[in-house]
């Protein structure tokens, strides 16, 4: 049985990227053909934002037996952290969830993890930590 449990942050702006944009495409082809001359501004917008969408997919916190990923979501810490960044459990001393995002505090630094968070995410984490002994404190204002 696999303990991972992984969470996509950013999956519903991604989504939201994707379906407007392909709104936009359609809306240009059926109502405003005549717009010839900025076909290939438009095509490059619409990649862009593909691409943007595709980058906001990629990112994951994964939860796995031993310890927290965060992949491809950038980590602020004393620490030079890789692209792909694991945390043991048995080194997580706190856990705070923040208006500007998640910071967990390890035996040797504060690591802080950008997210917008919302209901859903925190109780997602909170839910991930708690599997493994650590509580998520929620703290609304700025200390």
């Known amino acids: 049985m696999d303990d991972t449990v992984k969470i996509k942050p950013n999956q519903t702006l991604a989504y939201g990227i994707i379906t407007l944009t392909a709104s936009l495409f359609i809306i240009k082809q059926l109502f405003l053909s005549d717009l010839n001359g900025e076909w290939l501004l438009f095509m490059g917008y619409c990649l862009a934002m593909l691409v943007w969408a ?13 310890a927290i990923a965060f992949a491809n979501i950038p980590l602020t810490g004393s620490a030079s952290l890789g692209k792909q960044s694991l945390i043991a459990y048995r080194d997580i001393i706190r856990c705070h969830a923040r208006l500007e995002g998640l910071e967990i505090v390890t035996d040797t630094e504060a690591i802080r993890v950008s997210l917008s968070l919302n209901d859903r995410l925190i109780s997602r984490l909170s839910a991930g930590f708690e599997a493994h002994g650590l509580q998520l404190t929620l703290e609304t204002s700025e200390q």
């Open 54 to 66: 595709g980058a906001l997919l990629k990112q994951e916190i994964i939860f796995t037996p031993q």
